[in-house]
């Protein structure tokens, strides 16, 4: 996760005010609830019973049949969260009672994030990084510790944050934390091995092991979001010194031990060769204004687009597009023409000149004119100035429709002015290796996404060559050298597309993956808190599978699957169906290991009772509420996995073919995504090359219906979307419920008052008895929360820098819960222990619990 301190700190200072929606305890329907965060107490909510000995007390968590097993053989599950920056190395006096707290709520894995980036209290080293700093690493042993005595086991990440030493502090963002860099540039990968032998040899004096023979260390990551094939073309030629050298280098020397002449070469990349042909674009000399040009200002945006007189070109007019306010997305601002007719295969030159008023980057492409807007052979980033430059492009034509190419360019949401000049796209050039080019010369430069399809497949094979030697070398140090025992993965597998998926289920013990419903986007500056916006909408409510759906099909089904990185941000009004959705999926998908990010980046302690960032979970009372839920569901298992998989096979060998010859076959497996809400879905990866074999089967439509009966999601009306669960042991119903009985078996939800008609609950026994037969039963029921007076922007769909203050305040949800059985119900404060009965009305076949705001709370419990 990339992911900002100073915007946490940013909120948690931030003052309240005036916007639309604010609520505060004086907001009917609204009461401040807030969950202790050094709370260990024995309370009706505790889970604690599900971790009843030390982390790895009585041996290692092994890998059998693709699922982890704990120590005594039995499958074991990992409900988590991330700890980061300061949340890492809290004081020790508190670690005892975080560790407890966690495990009260049900979780049994911490991932440690974010500990190498910083040279201050939220990071490992001492300043120039010249070592570990010791009262740093003596409280991260010491909570490793407490969390390890509390059953809590440990994932450990290697590199995340941390800046390489005489790394260019004004280099591309795409290198930020030297990724992608890392995976070739050899003082890099040293550092990283260095890094390993010192945090992974390092002895913890209060365990007595180090972190290689530690058993509570259940996995180990390489290298947080990382992959040289995730790196875009245009980036890596724009690499700074002495990288961009060094990856050239490594280029050279590959094509020559694959190829050996020239003449080789050449055989194998020349495509095409044409003279050029007639001009295709209309108006490319802007002699008639603007005409034929569309210009494009989505998302709020604004531009102004005219033509003026330029001695310089061959027409003697320039467009003037001027940026006058950026939109929600990189492609707001766009000027483009639709409706060119190009042909597959044969060979186009697309040339420009163009300047701007500062430094630069556009992007320019040749694409679909409508979905599904892929390329056709042409996506580039030029880099431009305050003079005129002259762009070229040659490219080969790829998958396009009769009529429908678009070509143009993309101001990439830069305020500021641009000109452009001779537009031109004509049929004709090469394509292939250049006529001053050869390995004799050693002049080959890194391949351009315009390139021919033979190139593409070695420029393609070449970078996930050498990511894989990068992780071959690494797992040397970490597995044979340091004798770490914990499973090890390089990195999430949707890094580098195809090849992801085969690498890490090629190196890697388990596969691993990352996801956000409706992650913060920040139209200017990157993590900028007082620019930014979410989507503010229930993914119940989205007509295909929202996150789900893809996370599915990353699975490779022989090895164990963990999601490390998930999160419904603050302040969606949406947040709380997190985890009964999360949960219960992945409980059906039968994955291994699910972490909510984070839990928290600064200090835990006594603090203001508000929400502070986008991710911190210790201060989101909507979301721990159902952490026991989410236990209930996933670790001990109460909703069923499915029983007959489908699987996609991918072969491991000749992927850079079928990444260039079928650039489709991801989507064609994305299409699948809903199929993962009634069939447990995933990937095998084949020995060999051909092609990727997708199963034959149609996507659900309607309301999705698991297999095992026990989940539906329905969203065919947007404005009634439901997702229930219905198993033995746990309901629950979110989405926009209210006004409507939710008959779940035995037990009916019927929520009667809600803002919007929207609210997530859930019932679940805490013992694991059918609910019938349950003494332990927990009732959640949540909606909104939020800060006290935060500034809503119009739309809902931002706060800006405006996150109010204390109290968090929570809706209360009215609603009527049917149950089979109950002698006594209570509401819970935060701890989760009874403050105050509630009444249960007998009736025919159970009881009634009416509950709403005037409880003050957002669980209650049930007893027989």
């Not at 190419?405 to 394509?431: E, P, T, Y």
């Not at 992945?586 to 928290?600: E, K, P, T």
């Not at 035995?746 to 609210?759: F, S």
Request: charged letters at 20%; hydrophobic letters at 40%.
């Amino acid at each position: 996760m990339r992911y900002s301190l100073s915007i946490a700190l940013a909120i948690a200072g931030a003052a309240a005010m005036p916007a639309a929606g604010q609520v505060s305890d004086e907001t009917p329907g609204y009461f401040p609830f807030w969950i202790p965060a050094l709370d260990t107490s024995a309370s009706f909510t505790d889970m604690a019973f599900l971790s009843p000995e030390p982390a790895g007390a009585a041996g290692r968590v092994t890998v059998a049949d693709g699922h982890f097993c704990d120590c005594h053989g039995n499958r074991l599950r990992l409900l988590g969260t991330n700890l980061c920056f300061l949340g890492a190395f809290p004081e020790k006096e508190n670690a005892a009672a975080i560790a407890g707290h966690l495990r009260k709520l049900g979780i049994n894995v911490v991932r440690f994030h974010h500990i190498d980036g910083r040279t201050d209290r939220g990071g490992i080293w001492l300043p120039e990084q010249t070592g570990f700093n010791p009262e740093q690493l003596d409280r991260l042993d010491w909570l490793i510790h407490q969390l390890k005595e509390h059953g809590v086991y440990i994932n450990l990440n290697l590199h995340v944050s941390r800046t390489y030493p005489g790394m260019p502090k004004d280099g591309p963002r795409a290198f930020r934390y030297g990724k992608g860099l890392d995976n070739f540039y050899p003082d890099f990968i040293r550092l990283q091995q260095e890094y390993a032998r010192a945090l992974l040899g390092h002895r913890n004096p209060y365990t007595g092991a180090t972190y290689a023979e530690e058993p509570a260390v259940i996995v180990v990551e390489l290298n947080n979001e990382n992959a040289l094939t995730n790196v875009g073309w245009h980036d890596l030629r724009a690499m700074p010194e002495p990288y961009h050298s060094e990856l050239t280098r490594q280029w050279r020397a590959w094509l020559k031990a694959r190829y050996g002449s020239t003449e080789t070469l050449r055989a194998r990349w020349d495509a095409s060769s044409e003279p050029l042909g007639d001009e295709l674009l209309a108006n490319g000399g802007f002699q008639e204004g603007v005409k034929g040009w569309v210009r494009e200002q989505g998302g709020g945006s604004q531009m102004a687009a005219e033509t003026a007189e330029d001695a310089g070109a061959a027409s003697g007019r320039a467009l003037v597009v001027t940026t006058l306010k950026p939109g929600r997305e990189s492609w707001s601002l766009q000027v483009y023409q639709t409706g060119r007719n190009l042909e597959a295969g044969a060979p186009y030159t697309f040339t420009f000149r163009a300047r701007a008023d500062a430094a630069c980057d556009i992007d320019l492409s040749v694409m679909l004119d409508r979905a599904p807007w892929h390329g056709c052979g042409l996506r580039e980033r030029a880099s431009i100035s305050e003079e005129w430059q002259t762009f070229s492009y040659t490219f080969q034509c790829v998958d396009p429709e009769p009529n429908h190419c678009r070509v143009g360019f993309n101001f990439r949401n830069r305020i500021g002015q641009f000109a452009l000049a001779d537009v031109s796209l004509r049929r004709g050039g090469l394509v292939g290796l250049g006529l001053d080019q050869s390995l004799e010369a050693n002049n080959i430069p890194l391949a351009p996404s315009n390139a021919g399809d033979a190139q593409k497949e070695d420029f393609w094979q070449f970078l996930y060559d050498t990511e894989c030697a990068y992780v071959r070398s690494m797992r040397k140090v970490v597995k044979e050298e340091l004798g770490v025992q914990a499973a090890v993965c390089d990195t999430q597998a949707s890094y580098g597309g195809l090849f992801g998926t085969v690498r890490e289920g090629t190196y890697s013990d388990y596969t691993d993956m990352h996801s956000y419903w409706q992650h913060p986007q920040f139209p200017g500056k990157p993590w900028d808190g007082g620019n930014w916006h979410i989507g503010n909408t229930s993914m119940v409510a989205q007509e295909g599978t929202g996150t789900l759906g893809r996370l599915a099909w990353a699975r490779n089904v022989h090895k164990p699957y963990t999601v490390s990185e998930y999160d419904h941000p603050a302040p969606s009004d949406y947040a709380v169906e997190l985890f009964p959705v999360l949960a219960s999926f992945a409980a059906f998908q039968d994955w291994d290991g699910i972490y909510q990010f984070c839990y928290r980046s600064c200090l835990i302690g006594d603090e203001p009772h508000k929400l502070s960032g986008y991710f911190e979970l210790w201060c989101h009372p909507g979301k721990q509420v159902f952490l026991p839920i989410a236990a209930l569901m996933f670790r001990m298992g109460a909703v069923r996995a499915g029983d007959t998989p489908c699987v996609a096979s991918i072969p491991t060998g000749g992927i850079a073919h079928e990444v260039v010859a079928h650039p489709k076959a991801v989507s064609d497996l994305s299409a699948l995504a809903p199929v993962a809400l009634v069939r447990p879905v995933g990937i095998r990866l084949t020995e060999g090359p051909g092609p990727l074999e997708i199963p034959a089967v149609e996507p659900p439509v309607g309301a999705r219906k698991s297999e095992s009966g026990e989940i539906v999601w329905d969203s065919t009306d947007p404005a009634q979307a439901a997702y229930t669960v219905n198993a033995p042991a746990v309901r629950a119903a979110v989405g926009f419920i209210g006004g409507r009985a939710i008959r779940l078996g035995d037990v009916t939800i019927q929520v009667t008052g809600t803002e919007g008609g929207w609210a997530a609950v859930a019932v679940g026994a805490l013992d694991g008895k059918p609910i019938a037969e349950s003494g332990r039963i927990l009732v959640v029921a949540a909606g909104r929360v939020e800060n006290t007076g935060m500034g809503w922007n119009e739309a809902r769909t931002s706060v800006l820098n405006r996150w109010g203050q204390a109290p968090a305040v929570a809706e209360g949800i009215t609603a009527t819960i049917r149950l089979p059985a109950g002698a006594e119900a209570n509401a819970l404060d935060g701890t989760g222990t009874p403050k105050g009965g509630v009444p249960l009305a007998a009736r025919a076949g159970g009881v009634e619990l009416a509950i709403g705001p005037e409880y003050e709370t957002l669980w209650y419990g049930v007893t027989r």
